[in-house]
C-alpha cells in the first residue's frame, strides 16, 4: 500500500492479489450473497484507492482494509432494511458457489465448515464480525480491534462469548442428549 499510495499504481495489482480474496472470504461471510460480497469488495477497493493520497506510510493494510468492508456492508445492510420496507419480496439468500467435486476428505471439511458458518450466522453480528476476522481471517486481536473501531478487551469479550454460543449449538444440553440416547 505504501508503494501505491506513494504513486506506483503497478503496486495496486500486488496489493488486491494480497488482499481480495481475503476481503471476499470476508464480504461472503457476512452478505452469504456472491453478488453483494463482490459489491462490497469492490467498494472496498474504490475506497482504497480514494483514500491512497492519506495514507499513512507504514501503516497497516489488512485492519484498515477489514473497516472499509465491514462499514460498507453496515451501510448497504441499511439501505437494503429501507428498499426492503419499501417492497413486500423477502431478500434472496445465494449459497457460495461449488467449485469441481472434491474428494471425500475434503467433502467432510466443506460440510463442517459449512455448519459451522450456519451456526456463525446465528451469533449476534458484533461477536460474528470478531469472530471471523480472529478466527477465520487470521487477524491479531490488536488488528481485528483497529478494524472494528473498539479495544482489545473488547474484541476478547466478543470472541468469548461467540466461542461459548458456537460449543453450546454444537454439543447438545446433558439432557437432550441423554434422551437422542434412549430413543431408537
Known amino acids: 500500500m505504501d508503494r501505491y499510495a506513494e504513486g506506483d499504481d503497478s503496486a ?5 492479489d494480497v488482499l481480495a480474496p481475503h476481503l471476499l472470504g470476508f464480504a461472503m461471510n457476512l452478505t452469504r450473497n456472491r453478488t453483494l460480497a463482490e459489491d462490497v469488495l469492490q467498494q472496498t477497493f474504490l475506497q482504497l484507492h480514494r483514500s491512497r493520497a ?18 460498507h456492508f453496515i451501510d448497504s445492510t ?12 423477502p ?3 445465494e449459497e457460495p458457489a461449488s467449485e469441481a467435486a472434491p474428494a471425500d476428505d475434503e467433502l467432510d471439511g466443506k460440510r463442517r465448515l459449512a455448519a459451522v458458518l450456519a451456526q456463525l450466522h446465528t451469533l449476534p453480528e458484533h ?11 487470521e487477524l491479531s486481536i490488536g488488528e481485528a480491534a483497529e478494524a ?3 479495544t482489545t478487551g473488547n474484541i476478547r469479550i ?3 462469548r461467540a466461542r461459548e454460543a458456537l460449543r453450546h449449538l454444537q454439543d447438545p444440553p446433558p439432557a437432550l442428549a441423554q434422551r437422542s440416547k434412549a430413543s431408537p
Open 12 to 16: 495496486f495489482g500486488e496489493l488486491y
Open 54 to 71: 492519506r495514507w499513512v506510510r507504514g501503516a497497516r493494510v489488512f485492519p484498515y482494509a477489514f473497516s472499509i468492508a465491514h462499514h
Open 78 to 89: 441499511r439501505r437494503e432494511k429501507h428498499e426492503r420496507l419499501a417492497s413486500t419480496e
Open 91 to 93: 431478500p434472496e439468500l
Open 127 to 137: 461477536q460474528r464480525v470478531a469472530f471471523q476476522l480472529v478466527a477465520i481471517e
Open 148 to 150: 472494528l473501531g473498539v
Open 158 to 160: 466478543r470472541l468469548h
